[in-house]
């Protein structure tokens, strides 16, 4: 690795990346993505879904970000917690990894139900948008599928992955996610650019 898990200089020093993560088996990667985002210097803030908790604990999480994990728009008494607006000024980059097809479809479609999306919509266009997405081959290549991919990247939403290999239910094909090596090199290269 070139950054500073290496020992080089930290390619991402001090830049505040919003991570999300979402319903897929692949969330159990995600405490290895934050500790790399964080060896290259980043800032990372942890959207969980509902979905996502079941796949990863949020004390995982919060224990490699060095800080608390977000996961509903009202806070613990019920009161708005408003995190969604400080968190969509906050972030410079915002990427949901593992993206789930039910994820993808709530972007393309607007919607707003949870913090994640919610954060989303105040936060994208003016941060970018990466999105590395984990599937079953099916859900990936289904119509629907393909269809809110092909309006996402309209949109100017970037994708790194899936890859194709060794699924979860033992098939192989495309829709695994990306390493978290990867995946980090890209928000390296977005936030560069
Ligand atoms: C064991 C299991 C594994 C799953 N893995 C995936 C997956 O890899 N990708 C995906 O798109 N959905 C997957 N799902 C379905 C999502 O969890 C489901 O669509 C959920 O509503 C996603 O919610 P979220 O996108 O708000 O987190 C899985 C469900 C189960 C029960």
Partial sequence: MSGGAAGGSPRLAGRRVLLGVTGG????K??????RLREEGAEVEVILTRGAAEFVTPLALETVAGRPVRQALLGPGREPALEHLRLARWAELVLVAPATAHFLAKAAAGLADDLLDTVLLAAFPAAPLLVAPA???RMWSHPITRRNVALLRELGVRFVGPETGRLAEEESGVGRMSEPERIVEEVVRLLAG
């Fill in 135 to 137: 599937m079953n081959s």
């Fill in 30 to 35: 995600t405490p290895t993505l934050v500790r």
């Fill in 25 to 28: 088996i692949a969330a159990y």
